[in-house]
């Protein structure tokens, strides 16, 4: 499954796993429209989907990584270091449902700035 995540500066794609209850979820919403929030190096945004933790559910991950917080019902998009990061490791608020992988370049989502409203919606096949 491939999405496209729109804000005002620019946009990325990204390649998911389809079939992860996660991901299945998350498509079932799609296109969605939210805010983003900015933690460090990680971009997030509400979803309006409820999921539990996955059993693989990762606290680290590699940059790019597409990541659903089930904290939070949010779509977590790190690109570096967070605050609690050890080093240059992209270290997330708790243990996430890992989703994918950015197509391309992830430091991309440095443009995107605190309350730019963000756009969610499925890359026709």
């Known amino acids: 499954m491939q999405i496209r995540i729109s804000w005002p500066a620019g946009n990325i794609t990204a390649t998911l796993d389809g079939n992860?209850?996660?991901?299945q979820a998350l498509g079932k919403a799609l296109p969605l429209a939210s805010t983003a929030r900015i933690w460090?190096?990680?971009v997030?945004?509400?979803?309006?989907?409820?999921?539990?933790?996955?059993?693989d559910a990762r606290q680290v991950?590699?940059?790019g990584t597409v990541a659903f917080w089930t904290d939070g019902d949010a779509l977590a998009l790190p690109y570096g270091?967070?605050?609690?990061?050890?080093?240059?490791?992209?270290?997330?608020?708790s243990p996430c449902n890992v989703l994918g992988?950015?197509?391309g370049d992830?430091?991309?989502?440095a443009?995107?700035?605190?309350?730019?409203?963000?756009?969610?919606?499925?890359i026709d096949a």
């Open 20 to 23: 992860t209850p996660t991901t």
């Open 40 to 42: 460090g190096e990680e």
């Open 44 to 55: 997030y945004f509400d979803t309006g989907v409820s999921v539990s933790r996955e059993t």
């Open 61 to 63: 991950v590699e940059p």
């Open 81 to 93: 270091p967070t605050p609690i990061s050890r080093g240059d490791e992209c270290r997330l608020a």
């Open 101 to 103: 992988r950015v197509d």
């Open 106 to 109: 992830a430091r991309l989502l």
């Open 111 to 122: 443009t995107v700035r605190n309350g730019d409203p963000v756009r969610v919606e499925l």
